[in-house]
């Protein structure tokens, strides 16, 4: 059927599904806090919320130790190698076996720690269990290999149960170390349950094969980049916890949970992009990833200002609301960190959509080291004489930073216009419904109907500002709402004068598609697919196909929706092919990559004026190559 397909073609069904799921999870890390942390920080108080913070922080340098770089890297490699089965085992046991070795260097390392520290060593000796989660963490597998519903759903019943747990064993203050442990058993637990899934993805490992020397090579390199981000988002609690005060530690992870976990929306998108901008790349497709590149980050900017302009709005009421009337001073700390909030979403589309899946690794570790190294000066600058505030501005200074160098080291492939020329039309948006939020908010008492009711007012107030400026995320929300509305209300036709409901020819194809899903569901369950029903599915598809396409009724809009059945079937064929007899599988690659190029050409054929006669002439023609 000609030359293959440009990788330019992303499957808009599975990168939509993966973004839902990763949405849900991140929505539902988003909710939990919400029930959580008000219970939490009065029972603990703003001490026990401080001591966990800062314990918190230190922990973090060795579970750095023990990850190194294996996750960015892992998932990286992972999403380069999908199809090959033996090729992606070797990667999975090489990282695994080199994580473990230093797992066991940082425990201890951090059992050492533990015997000098004079402060907190019941709550070190259960936050040691974080090093173990790292240890069992394959998460970085299964989003490599864009399964992300395996990650979403253990983590999501993980996390009910952490919940759950918190409240019926954390009573006062003095259960902070039970707090400590369901937190970190829950995170322990869920590592733990992703590895049953493993059995039928992967092979045994093979000693000769693991490149323990290679691949401690990259993710050192990874190490520095990763150790960098972490030392400006974890040092600062320890330093202020040594410059300031424990409390003043509690106040910035307050501040700084709520931040993040507004940007965990944002960062959903980087998720789900890392591994198919890695397989665009390794295809070469190279004006796929500019375009993805442009897409995002009209996504990732118009989301992120909304957000911005809406804590700005409601954070000075909101803090002592939400946490007690001692977090107080969390509202000032909220509004001072709240920039973040659109710098790190452009980071995130130019270092690990764009310069990580590309291997750029060396403007990548610049910027992010060159974050870490000023957030340490500005930090040692400023907590001495602002204190916490004076963190949370460093913490400001560095993400501009960072997010400013590494759109400098891009700036030969994305123009200024092409990435930051809309961009005021979010500013005009965000600040309409800022001065709308934030009078209500000083002008009315804060109880949850007032809180919904700015929420609910404020996200109005920005979409329908969106909508009249005409912004490239509502554009794009549109155009999307237009196709999938288009493509519901071409299910069926009616043909007759008696309004009978026939059958649309396209459900031929359908039909034959979801016998495909039948088949692939048996190998599934049976890890292997007989030579006789394989040949009998793909002749039976390859007929339908050519008396669908030969029907005078397609129309353009049939032709978009049998271009999505196709390239989904040919991405589907692609992953099942190493339960295929070694005979049967060039075929069905060649099948495959067949259909995604046919369902390249229908949906620039689906652009073109075309009378029902020429299509037919068209699809004779390429079915007949």
């Known amino acids: 059927m000609g030359e293959f397909l440009s990788a330019e073609r992303i499957n808009i069904m599975k990168l939509v599904k993966n973004f839902l799921l990763n949405g849900l999870y991140q929505l539902l890390l988003v909710i939990l806090p919400f029930v959580t942390a008000p219970y939490v920080s009065r029972v603990l108080g703003a001490h026990g919320v401080g001591i966990y913070a800062f314990t918190g922080a230190n922990v973090q340098y060795f579970v750095l130790l023990a990850v190194l770089g294996t996750s960015t890297y892992g998932n990286r490699e992972i999403a380069y190698h999908q199809n090959d089965k033996q090729k992606r085992s070797d990667i999975f046991w090489g990282i695994n076996f080199l994580s473990w070795i230093t797992a066991a260097i940082s425990l201890f390392a951090f059992g050492i720690f533990i015997i000098v520290s004079r402060k907190y060593q019941d709550i070190y000796a259960w936050q040691s269990l974080l090093i173990l989660t790292s240890l069992f963490d394959i998460s970085w597998y299964f989003m490599g290999r864009e399964n992300f519903k395996v990650t979403v759903t253990r983590n999501f019943i993980f996390k009910i149960l952490t919940v759950i747990s918190i409240f019926i064993f954390v009573k006062n203050s003095n259960d902070l170390p039970i707090y400590i442990a369901i937190m970190c058993i829950g995170g322990l637990l869920g590592s733990i349950s992703l590895w049953p899934y493993l059995k039928h993805e992967i092979f045994k490992p093979k000693l000769k094969n693991l490149n323990l020397k290679k691949h401690l090579h990259y993710t050192i390199i990874l190490f520095i980049p990763t150790i960098a981000v972490q030392i400006y988002w974890v040092a600062n609690k320890s330093m202020i916890g040594l410059m300031d005060s424990v409390v003043h530690a509690g106040f910035f992870q307050q501040s700084d949970s709520m931040i993040k976990m507004a940007l965990s929306i944002i960062g959903t998108i980087g998720v789900v992009m890392l591994p198919r901008v890695a397989s665009m790349h390794s295809e070469g497709n190279i004006n796929g990833i500019r375009n993805s590149i442009v897409k995002t980050f009209n996504i990732a900017t118009g989301i992120s200002f909304g957000i911005f302009f809406g804590i700005l709005g409601i954070s000075l009421k909101f803090a002592p609301f939400f946490w007690g009337k001692s977090f107080e001073m969390v509202g000032l700390i909220m509004m001072i960190e709240a920039p973040i909030i659109i710098f790190i979403p452009m980071s995130n589309v130019f270092g690990t959509q764009y310069l990580l899946p590309l291997n750029r690794m060396k403007p990548y570790t610049f910027s992010v ?140 194809i359908k039909a034959s598609f979801d016998q495909f899903a039948i088949l692939f569901q048996e190998i599934d369950e049976k890890k292997t697919l007989s030579h006789k029903n394989f040949l009998t599915n793909l002749n039976n598809f390859d007929n339908t196909l050519k008396n669908v396409t030969f029907n005078d009724d397609l129309d353009k809009n049939d032709i978009i929706r049998l271009s999505d059945f196709i390239a989904e079937l040919s991405i589907i064929m692609s992953r099942k092919r190493d339960y295929l007899k070694v005979q ?42």
């Open 369 to 508: 080291t060159f974050g870490a190294i000023l957030n340490i000066v500005v930090n040692l600058a400023f907590i001495p004489l602002f204190g916490v505030i004076g963190a949370t501005v460093a913490t400001v200074v560095s993400e501009f930073a960072v997010t400013a160098y590494q759109y400098l080291s891009i700036r030969k492939e994305f123009s200024f216009s092409d990435l930051f020329g809309g961009l005021w039309k979010y500013f005009i948006s965000g600040l309409l419904m800022f001065v709308v939020v934030f009078w209500m908010n000083q002008s009315f008492k804060m109880t949850i109907i007032q809180l919904i009711l700015q929420i609910i007012l404020g996200v109005l107030i920005y979409t329908l500002s969106n909508i009249l400026l005409k912004t490239q995320l509502w554009l794009m929300a549109s155009e999307l709402l237009g196709k999938m509305k288009n493509r519901v209300s071409r299910n069926h036709i009616r043909i007759d004068q008696k309004q009978e409901i026939l059958e649309h020819p396209l459900d031929t």
């Open 584 to 625: 049967d599988q060039e075929h069905l690659y060649q099948f495959a990559q067949g259909l995604n190029i046919l369902a390249s050409k229908m949906e620039n054929i689906a652009q073109e004026e075309y009378s029902p006669k020429e299509l037919k002439e068209w699809f004779r023609k390429e079915l007949g190559e």
